[in-house]
């Protein structure tokens, strides 16, 4: 049967050329020329703010007046933007700001969060984002005390004081400037958009180079604290142009996204903020998140929103797809403009793929290319997507123009290095880890291993292989590959499984302790009230689960690869316990130490209910 066409995404020609070294090492490069790229991260907005004045750069619901659930939207213009970049840059250099003396920024997206950090940008001081969960969820906040003592900022911002007056506190801010919207717990954010700008800032501007820090953004810090990864133009305005360097843009069409990605985090940050800023687009921030009670506000927004991609973890389009499926306006708005949909963070599963193209084809005649991309915080971040039309999910994909990735042997793996323009000097005041993440050719270490889909055919792209150091010995000497066999298990569940812990660790077999899709098993069990408690022991819940299982057993019937018994757990990943990163990997060894009662009840005999004994 001929499925319907895909909608053209304008993807160029997939292109990689291989060679293959005496030592087992494999090099990948992307013949296809890297587009030019901006002078400086303020080039872009200067360009736009001329060209498409009155054209909405950023918009953020303000607060619902009284009796309304959502307020209206405040849009930001590329002139009005430029104009306020300029004045906060003055003020931070009036304040005497420079490469030594950073910002920080505690709070989450927002268009004062935008603004400050490009001003900081062309003021030459670089911006410090950290994670908000260290302020508004950690008890003892060390992580904060960590980040701050390391980067020593001269001036700190938060978007309201009263959630961060606890954190304000645990602080010493002794020579700081704390700078808030509401003003309360110091400077008020108009009195910096209100500086007017002299020369001053046009010799700032002159200034910048690529050379230049403009940021230290922080790795996850799941393996101990967090390190400052040294972020400078070079790096941002490089990468900014490597995706679209393999789509055919069209020149008068503008980009629009709805999009929560944190700007902490180098994904949203970067590989959403930059590069939507250098190709003009508009981006409206999405206060809704993809957990129970929260993802309404997306879908308010994607009712009102069409954009030209849609970028979102595979937890979103969970929620997502079901919505799709029975409310036919939402559909149509939301397919109307799309061009490319991704997903990040982990696989998304075949059935959620399956679903969404149903839904595209009823409403459009046409299916949507899904794509997914592979970096890291210290190579800024996107070095591999997929740009090209396939319904294999979990690709890491292949390299993009700029980077020349090399694929080590290390055991029985391929180890992923990278070298370019985009990859960072090292980590801030961290000699000893910046040495050893560089090898004796100077490409950076990810620490993941890849191997390709075919061996035979490379351009089909590379596939996520576990962690390298992940990697564990069931109590018969086999090996097994977690990583990998991770990503088989949420897809073999079908949609049931948001993410996985994989066990066996000296033991005779190996097990599964997963993070439930709540709305997907409660869809399966056929109540959409019952609690997490409740789900993860509901017995139709748990046969859909051994069924997947089983499958995969079926074709995967190797000590290494077959799961023997599962169990769901109704606690989801914690970012403060480690478990979880920032760019929502699972970091195994913490959370199944952390988890380790678990793990016991997995193995005891005889199985409790609740646990799932897998067939072959």
């Known amino acids: 049967m001929n499925k319907p066409a895909f909608r053209d995404p304008r993807y160029l020609e997939r292109r990689v050329e291989v060679t293959r070294r005496a030592d087992g090492s494999i090099i990948l490069v992307n013949p296809h020329e890297l587009k030019p790229r901006a002078a400086n991260l303020i080039e872009p907005l200067r360009r736009w703010a001329e060209e498409r004045p009155d054209q909405t750069w950023l918009g953020k619901r303000k607060a619902p007046a009284a009796g309304e659930k959502y307020g209206p939207w405040e849009l930001l213009s590329y002139k009005d933007a430029n104009a306020k970049v300029n004045a906060i840059a003055q003020a931070l250099l009036d304040r005497g700001l420079d490469q030594t003396k950073p910002v920080m920024i ?107 820090v403009a940021k230290y953004l922080f790795t996850s810090g799941s393996t101990g604290m967090p390190k400052a990864v040294i972020t400078t133009q070079l790096m941002m305005c490089t990468n900014a142009v490597m995706p679209s360097s393999v789509v055919d843009e069209e020149p008068d069409r503008v980009p629009v996204m709805l999009n929560w990605l944190p700007w902490n985090h180098c994904f949203g940050g970067n590989a959403i903020l ?97 794509s997914s991309g592979y970096g890291a915080t210290e190579t800024a971040p996107t070095i591999m997507n997929v740009h090209w039309e396939t319904e294999r999910m979990g690709l890491l994909g292949l390299p993009l123009p700029g980077i020349e990735l090399k694929l080590v042997p290390t055991g029985s793996k391929l ?43 490379p351009e089909e792209g590379l596939v996520f292989d576990g962690r390298v150091a992940e990697d564990f010995k069931l109590s018969t000497g086999t090996w097994v590959s977690a990583g990998r066999l991770r990503v088989q298990a949420i897809e073999a569940a079908g949609g049931l499984l948001q993410d996985a812990l994989v066990t066996g660790l000296d033991k005779e077999y190996i097990g599964i302790l997963g993070f439930p899709n709540i709305p997907a098993c409660r869809k399966c069990a056929g109540d959409e009230n019952l609690a997490p408690e409740e789900l993860i022991t509901h017995q139709g819940v748990l046969e859909k689960l051994g069924a997947g299982l089983a499958k995969h057993n079926s074709t995967n019937p190797g000590s290494s690869t077959r799961v023997s018994r599962a169990m769901l757990m109704s606690e989801p990943p914690s970012i403060d316990a480690g478990e979880l990163t920032d760019k929502g990997y699972i970091n195994q060894s913490t959370a199944l130490a952390r988890r380790a009662d678990l793990v016991e009840k997995l193995y005891a005999d005889p199985p409790g209910n609740d646990v799932v004994v897998v067939g072959k």
């Not at 989450?108 to 969060?113: G, P, R």
């Not at 969404?356 to 046409?366: C, H, L, N, P």
């Not at 993941?448 to 061996?455: M, P, Q, S, W, Y």
């Open 274 to 370: 930059n590069n939507l800023l250098t190709s003009g687009g508009t981006m409206y921030i999405d206060g809704g998140r993809p957990v129970p009670g929260q993802f309404e506000e997306t879908l308010q927004n994607l009712r009102e929103i069409a954009p030209t991609s849609y970028s979102n973890v595979p937890a979103a389009y969970g929620m997502l797809v079901p919505e799709l499926e029975k409310d036919d306006d939402l559909a149509r708005n939301f397919f109307s403009n799309i061009r490319t949909l991704a997903y990040g963070g982990a696989a998304l599963s075949q059935d959620l793929y399956d679903r969404i193209q149903e839904v595209a084809v009823r409403i459009t005649g046409e299916r949507i290319v899904f």
């Open 415 to 457: 180890e992923v290095r990278v070298k370019g323009d985009c990859i960072t000097k090292g980590y801030y005041k961290n000699p000893e880890k910046t040495a050893e993440a560089f090898d004796e050719e100077g490409f950076y270490r990810l620490g993941d291993a890849a191997k390709f889909v075919d061996e035979n055919r």
């Open 106 to 212: 505690l709070s989450a997206n927002s268009l004062e969060h935008a603004l400050l950090t490009y001003g900081a940008i062309l003021a030459g001081v670089p911006v410090a984002p950290v994670s908000p969960s260290y302020s508004l969820i950690s008890s003892d906040f060390d992580k904060l005390k960590y980040v701050v003592n390391l980067v020593e900022p001269k001036l700190i911002f938060v978007q309201e004081s009263a959630p961060f007056a606890k954190a304000l506190a645990a602080l010493d801010l002794d020579g700081v400037e704390v700078v808030s919207v509401d003003g309360e717990a110091g400077t008020p954010f108009a009195s910096l958009v209100e500086t007017r700008p002299s020369n001053d800032v046009e010799e700032s501007y002159a200034r910048l180079s690529d050379d230049m």
